[in-house]
T-cell receptor
Framework: DTEVTQTPKHLVMGMTNKKSLKCEQH?????MYWYKQKAKKPPELMFV???????INESVPSRFSPECPNSSLLNLHLHALQPEDSALYLC?????????????FGAGSRLTVL | DAKTTQPPSMDCAEGRAANLPCNHS???????VYWYRQIHSQGPQYIIH???NNETNEMASLIITEDRKSSTLILPHATLRDTAVYYC?????????????FGKGTHLIIQP
C-alpha cells in the first residue's frame, strides 16, 4: 500500500458545527503532515507529527485541532470555523528519516464553511 | 529553506520534451533540490530529487548546474496528462520531519 487516504473528500459545515477530517497511511511512515491550500495558491504547512508527537505548529488558530491516535492515523478536528477557512486540506506522510525525506500526499479533503 | 524562482507558466507541445527551469542561487551545500507537481484538484506528487549529480527516474530527469545555483526538470515526452503546477523546492539534508515549503511553482500547459 503506497497511498495516503483522506476522508471525507468533500465536507460542508456551518460555523457552529464540529467536524473532523481523517487521514490514514499504511506505509510505516512515522511523520504525518497537514497542509492547507486556498484556490490558486501553493499548499501551506499547518502541523507536523513525528513519531505521534506534535513537532511543528505553524501558528495555526486553535479552531483547528490536530490529533495523531497512532502511527497510521491523523485527524484534524474542526470547530467554530470561518468562511475564510474554506480550502483544500491535504495530508501527507514520510519516513521521517534524516537525509532525503520524500512526502507522499493524499488527494485532499475539500472543505466549505458556510 | 532557501528560496526558489520559477517562471509562472510555460507551454509545451505534446510529444516534445518539457524543460522547466528553477533558480536557487542561495542554495546551501547541504540542501537537496526536490520537484513535485500538482494536477488540478489533486494532492502534490513527488517527481524527483537531487543533491549534486544529475538524476533520472521513470518520470523525469533532473539536471543540476555545477555551481548548484539552478536546475532543470525535464519531462522527455510530454503528454496532456503532464499539465500541472510544478514546484521546485530546496530543503536541508538531515532536516527530519520538518515539512516542505512550497513556492508559487510553474503552471505547465501541454498543448495538443
Amino acid at each position: 500500500d503506497t497511498e495516503v487516504t483522506q476522508t471525507p473528500k468533500h465536507l460542508v459545515m456551518g460555523m457552529t458545527n464540529k467536524k473532523s477530517l481523517k487521514c490514514e497511511q499504511h506505509m510505516g511512515h512515522r511523520a504525518m503532515y497537514w497542509y492547507k491550500q486556498k484556490a490558486k495558491k501553493p499548499p501551506e504547512l499547518m502541523f507536523v507529527y513525528s513519531y505521534e508527537k506534535l513537532s511543528i505548529n505553524e501558528s495555526v488558530p486553535s479552531r483547528f485541532s490536530p490529533e495523531c491516535p497512532n502511527s497510521s492515523l491523523l485527524n484534524l478536528h474542526l470547530h467554530a470555523l470561518q468562511p475564510e477557512d474554506s480550502a483544500l486540506y491535504l495530508c501527507a506522510s514520510s519516513q521521517a528519516v534524516h537525509g532525503a525525506n520524500v512526502l507522499t500526499f493524499g488527494a485532499g479533503s475539500r472543505l466549505t464553511v458556510l | 529553506d532557501a528560496k526558489t524562482t520559477q517562471p509562472p507558466s510555460m507551454d509545451c507541445a505534446e510529444g516534445r520534451a518539457a524543460n522547466l527551469p528553477c533558480n536557487h542561487s542561495t542554495i546551501s551545500g547541504n540542501e537537496y533540490v526536490y520537484w513535485y507537481r500538482q494536477i488540478h484538484s489533486q494532492g502534490p506528487q513527488y517527481i524527483i530529487h537531487g543533491l549534486k549529480n544529475n538524476e533520472t527516474n521513470e518520470m523525469a530527469s533532473l539536471i543540476i548546474t555545477e555551481d548548484r545555483k539552478s536546475s532543470t526538470l525535464i519531462l522527455p515526452h510530454a503528454t496532456l496528462r503532464d499539465t500541472a503546477v510544478y514546484y521546485c523546492i530546496v530543503r536541508v539534508v538531515g532536516g527530519g520531519a520538518d515539512g516542505l515549503t512550497f513556492g508559487k511553482g510553474t503552471h505547465l500547459i501541454i498543448q495538443p
